[in-house]
């Protein structure tokens, strides 16, 4: 299926999230008035109001009576959404701050449905994660290994019988995509990836939650450790994207 075609309206927006999320607009800050950003941009008043429209549903913006349109902290109002856009930095670089806590946060997320998993799992999710398991072993390309990575968790939160993990992960889908030559930098040891999957799958189907849950742990601060050092190889403190 083809993807909907990008307006003026959704460039517009996307333009100026990435000036609010990278600090150009700091929170409380109002934006300039529609007519002033139309004619900056030169695009009529009604797609301005359209683009604002997007930013407010985002939550990244607020219009106040005879205040205009103030902008809000992120953190404080928006959705996961907003992720991939804070993963880059203002310069185009990947932001290890940012990269740091969504794999700190998918950690304690992915640990906890690991030990779900083995509560509450039965043959056909077993079956599920199995085969996401065989297709890895005969994967050779790293880029499907990377993929399917992603199918294994989606099996995993279909174990745990819990919806809410599943719509956090259609969030981030978006990353494996835009971000894939360096997720798959995780991949330098494919095999061993899969044999640690193994064993959570071993747990899982034991119903040995506290082993399952450590085994996913343990899979993640390794991740998490190795995007680090790539990403920031000489140990530089990141500050988190303007807020």
Do not use: C
Request: charged share 25%; aromatic share 6%.
């Amino acid at each position: 299926m083809p993807s909907p075609k990008r307006t003026l309206a959704d460039r517009l927006a996307e333009r100026l999230q990435r000036d609010i999320l990278s600090g150009v607009y700091a929170p409380g800050q109002k934006l300039p008035p529609e007519l002033a950003l139309a004619e900056r941009f030169r695009v009529n008043r009604f797609t301005v109001r359209e683009a604002m429209n997007k930013l407010e549903q985002q939550h990244l913006i607020a219009r106040k009576p005879r205040t205009g349109t103030v902008v809000l902290d992120y953190t404080e109002h928006a959705s996961v959404d907003v992720i991939a856009d804070l993963v880059l930095s203002a310069d185009g670089r990947v932001n290890p701050f940012v990269m740091s806590n969504l794999l700190e946060s998918a950690r304690v997320l992915m640990a906890e449905v690991a030990a779900l998993a083995a509560e509450r799992r039965n043959e056909s999710d077993l079956k599920a994660l199995r085969g996401v398991l065989a297709k890895m072993r005969r994967e050779q390309r790293v880029s499907m290994i990377s993929s399917l990575d992603f199918d294994f968790h989606w099996a995993l939160s279909g174990a745990a019988g819990n919806f809410v993990p599943r719509l956090v992960l259609n969030s981030v889908r978006g990353l494996l995509t835009r971000f894939a030559p360096l997720l798959e930098t995780l991949y330098v040891d494919p095999e061993g990836i899969v044999e640690g999957y193994e064993h959570v799958v071993a747990a899982i189907a034991a119903h040995d939650a506290e082993r399952a849950r450590s085994l996913v742990r343990w899979i993640w601060t390794a991740r998490h450790a190795r995007f680090v050092d790539l990403l920031d190889p000489l140990g530089r403190s990141e500050t988190p994207p303007a807020a």
